[in-house]
């Protein structure tokens, strides 16, 4: 394929069927506990999640996009085509659903009597929301228009719905809801790329709503920026930063978060500062610890009455050597870590992040729960609709490290979606998303992709797609 052609243009192979209007009363819902086929693993009879890959990673270390991307720099990526090896084996629907990987701090917030102690917790989710980008230098796959993926945890207790409701520009909508009606989490995506000669930096631009219902309340806030490092030249490496606000828009509490970039002696390093303050704007938390390692909540009193200790007795002004500067002149160099959170007294413990197992470097980097997202449970795949990012030739050929039929599985695909889309094109014949519509988000006003069904069914009931896109 020529690497100028459009990299998302990638869209559904069938027409969409508008007679067929989706329905969740009599969809099928699967149970894990009711078929199993042998063909997983099991322990006393039950059937157990995946806890690794089915191959490890193809190395890396003999392919280069400089030549794709050399034309690029400061340009928008969302029409480069990068060879599959750099991809991981998700697509980008399931690289959201990872923002669930900390549902408990969502159950722990509802739990809460007090709006500030809510809203601490509901801080420490949209930071943990962001960690399993950690040493993530995979790219998803993008996903075809029409593409979906759903997924339910009863161990979690809570089920999750997405669709790829555009192509151009290339959006993602996700909407998760608690299996006891105590919370709903949604919002939608448009991951814009830009390359900077030695780096490429991902702006997730789109708006995330927690609405927690026993509360009556609402939290709304946008991810920080991300930027992957030495995309050309050295060791690919991560950062976020930018200021994330997260707003309470029943109690007119907020949280302003500082995700910190490294800085030119890389001290700042995955660091997270900010505070809560109440509708007076009075100061009534701070937050402080790394994406990467924990989050912690203390006294703004303490707080500063420690920054001035700190400060006298000079703890944090230790002279850094210069190479570890983020501005390299070969490689932006990652700077080495510097020591791990060091917790205020009197500080309260608010999210620490799950270790990764063992063999995680050689699985793409993979969280525990990001091994599990394209696994088929057993009986699964009679049930599921036909658009599930699980039945996608091109990802399961890569996770058993197949990279040219995943390669030339994803050509497949993308030709044939260019093929839908010119004909629908000849016919004007304007695309119809399945279970998200455009609308205004009610708590921020701005324009947003709302689900429009009453509850979610997972494994829809395949008649209920007859005429989307497959992946055959």
């Known amino acids: 394929m020529n690497s100028e052609e459009e990299f998302y243009d990638a869209e559904t192979g069938l027409e969409s069927d508008d007679s067929c209007e989706v329905s969740f009363k009599d969809a099928l819902v699967f149970d894990s506990k009711q078929v199993t086929d042998g063909s997983t693993t099991q322990e006393n009879g039950v059937w157990e999640r995946r806890k690794t890959l089915p191959a490890e990673m193809i190395s890396r270390n003999n392919f280069s996009v400089w030549s794709i991307l050399k034309k690029c720099i400061g340009m928008e990526l969302s029409k480069i085509a990068m060879p599959v090896v750099f991809n991981e084996p998700l697509s980008f629907l399931q690289r959201i659903s ?54 339910i945890r009863e161990d979690e207790g809570y089920r999750l719905i997405s669709e790829q409701v555009s192509h151009h520009p290339p959006i993602s909508a996700f909407h998760a809801q608690s299996l006891k009606q105590e919370f709903e989490f949604h919002g939608s995506i448009y991951p814009k790329l830009k390359f900077w000669g030695k780096s490429v930096e991902a702006e997730p631009k789109g708006t995330m709503t927690l609405e927690l219902l026993k509360h009556k309340e609402a939290y709304t806030w946008t991810n920080p920026m991300c930027c992957v490092h030495n995309i050309i030249l050295g060791k690919l490496w991560i950062e976020q930063y930018g200021t ?13 978060l500082n995700f910190k970039p490294c800085g030119m002696f890389g001290k700042e390093l995955h660091k997270v500062e900010g505070h809560i303050q109440d509708k007076s704007k009075k100061k009534r938390r701070v937050i402080y610890g790394k994406w990467t390692e924990c989050m912690y909540s203390v006294d703004p009193k303490v707080y500063d009455a420690y920054k001035k200790s700190d400060k006298k007795t000079g703890g944090d002004s230790k002279k850094l050597k210069q190479e570890h500067s983020c501005e390299g002149e070969e490689a932006d160099e990652m700077p080495d870590v510097q020591e791990t959170v060091t917790v205020i007294p009197g500080s309260a413990l608010l999210w620490r992040i799950t270790p990764r197992p063992p063999h995680s470097a050689q699985m793409y980097n993979f969280t525990s729960f990001a091994m599990t997202l394209n696994e088929l449970e057993p009986g699964m795949e009679r049930l599921m609709a036909p658009t599930d990012c699980r039945l996608r030739p091109d990802i399961r050929a890569m996770e058993n490290a197949d990279i040219e039929t995943a390669s030339s599985e994803k050509e497949r695909l993308e030709e044939k979606q260019r093929a839908a889309r010119r004909e629908r094109s000849k016919d004007e014949e304007e695309w119809s998303t399945r279970w998200f519509q455009l609308g205004t988000n009610p708590h921020t006003g701005g324009e947003d992709w709302l689900y429009t069904a009453s509850k979610i069914c997972v494994f829809c009931d395949v008649q209920t797609l007859t005429g989307t896109m497959s992946f055959v």
């Open 244 to 256: 994330v606000e997260i707003v309470n828009h029943s109690t007119g509490d907020k949280c302003v």
């Open 98 to 151: 990872e923002y669930m990987e900390h549902t408990h701090l969502i159950h722990k917030a509802c739990s809460l009597s007090d709006s500030i102690d809510r809203m601490q917790v509901v801080a420490a989710f949209a930071v943990s929301a962001v960690a399993s980008q950690w040493e993530r230098t995979g790219k998803p796959f993008n996903p075809l228009l029409g593409e979906t993926y759903e997924l």
